[in-house]
């Protein structure tokens, strides 16, 4: 099993920054892939970024390419989310998932709210 805990979540305006932090626990070296989803509020799930085991591979959605960047500090087990020019669009919860194949995220963690303000 791999424990997934997400932090620095918060209520900021619209054009300010947030950095989310997922630090994970367990059978991490079954881990080959981290990633950041969002709900945003009455919609479904959708993918943000992800980024490969070595942080040599990242991939994030159209809608934060250029305002929103994925990390990883393996020597930490943590993978961060920073996040630019936030706009009220971007409001929603935020997940930490991981996974052991390429797109088939097993482990979740609980989320974190961001809010952003008009």
């Known amino acids: 099993q791999v424990q997934l805990v997400e932090s620095g979540g918060g209520l900021v305006q619209a054009g300010g920054s947030l950095r989310l932090s997922c630090a994970a626990s367990?059978?991490?070296?079954?881990?080959?892939?981290m990633g950041w989803f969002r709900r945003p509020p009455g919609k479904g799930r959708e993918f943000v970024a992800s980024?490969?085991?070595?942080?040599?591979?990242?991939y994030g959605s159209d809608s934060v390419k250029g305002r929103f960047t994925i990390s990883r500090d393996n020597a930490k087990s943590t993978v961060f989310l920073q996040m630019n020019s936030l706009n009220p669009e971007d409001t929603a919860v935020y997940y930490c998932?991981?996974?052991?194949?390429?797109?088939?995220?097993?482990?979740w963690g609980q989320g974190t709210q961001v809010t952003v303000s008009s």
């Open positions: 980024i490969s085991r070595s942080g040599g591979s990242t």
């Open positions: 998932a991981a996974a052991r194949f390429s797109g088939a995220y097993d482990y």
């Open positions: 367990g059978r991490t070296f079954d881990i080959n892939y």
